[in-house]
């Protein structure tokens, strides 16, 4: 069964403090990797789309990465405007219409 | 000027109410999905719809029922409901199919409040 395991649930940075936020996925085939960014009360925001191993997308202080079984969501001397909670998703090559499938989300805080 | 949009933004009721949520995009999109996010955070995929045509549809209730009366707009309505309804839907929208990955665009959400 398709599956997006995100880790970890929870991570509390200082500002400034760099950190990792890991995708890893098991899917039939992969089409494509997102990240979305989600505010309290809000609906998920588009980061970023990774379609192929080795490839990477940066937006100010965000690094996305991919390989063939996990992607990473770098953060660079995070400001606390970062806390939110960042989801990933894949879509697979299985059956002709494709679903988006989520993972449960980081929870990021960031304190100043 | 916002691009997905969904009335109401919080809808309380009673357990066995008939109840519905409206969704409308302005980005000239093809494809309008709805998704459930649970009291875990986790969000599904319920239904897709494309040019006004279901194309993917979960193991959901048929209790649910989306109608698309053009592109621009994807309606859920929940007969008789249950606790267990009780959650965050979001409707989204993109150019192509799920499978094409084009990107998503989501609307605030309605949270749903089952007494």
């Known amino acids: 069964e398709d599956q997006v395991t995100q880790s970890p649930e929870a991570l509390r940075l200082q500002e400034g403090e760099s950190s990792s936020l890991n995708c890893s996925y098991t899917?039939?085939?992969?089409?494509?990797l997102f990240w979305y960014r989600q505010d309290p009360g809000k609906g998920p925001e588009f980061l970023f789309t990774?379609?192929?191993a080795g490839e990477e997308k940066e937006k100010e202080r965000l690094k996305a990465t991919l390989t063939k079984k996990e992607s990473f969501l770098h953060i660079t001397a995070p400001k606390p405007e970062d806390s939110a909670t960042y989801l990933c998703?894949?879509?697979?090559?299985?059956?002709?219409?494709?679903?988006?499938?989520f993972g449960k989300g980081t929870k990021l805080s960031v304190k100043p | 000027d916002t691009a997905v949009s969904q009335t109401p933004k919080y809808l309380v009721t009673q357990m066995g109410n008939d109840k519905s949520i409206k969704c409308e995009q302005n980005?000239?999109?093809?494809?309008m999905y709805w998704y459930k996010q649970d009291s875990k955070k986790f969000l599904k995929i319920m239904f897709s719809y494309n040019n006004k045509e279901l194309i993917i549809n979960e193991t959901v209730p048929n209790r649910f029922s989306p109608k698309s009366p053009d592109k621009a707009h994807l309606n859920l309505h929940i007969n008789s409901l249950e606790l267990g309804d009780s959650a965050v839907y979001f409707c989204?929208?993109?150019?192509?199919?799920?499978?094409?990955?084009?990107?998503?665009?989501f609307g605030p959400g309605t949270r749903l409040t089952v007494l």
């Open positions: 989204a929208s993109s150019q192509g199919l799920a499978v094409s990955t084009d990107t998503q665009y």
């Open positions: 990774l379609y192929s």
């Open positions: 980005l000239g999109h093809d494809t």
């Open positions: 998703a894949v879509v697979n090559y299985g059956g002709s219409q494709g679903n988006l499938i």
């Open positions: 899917v039939s085939g992969l089409r494509g």
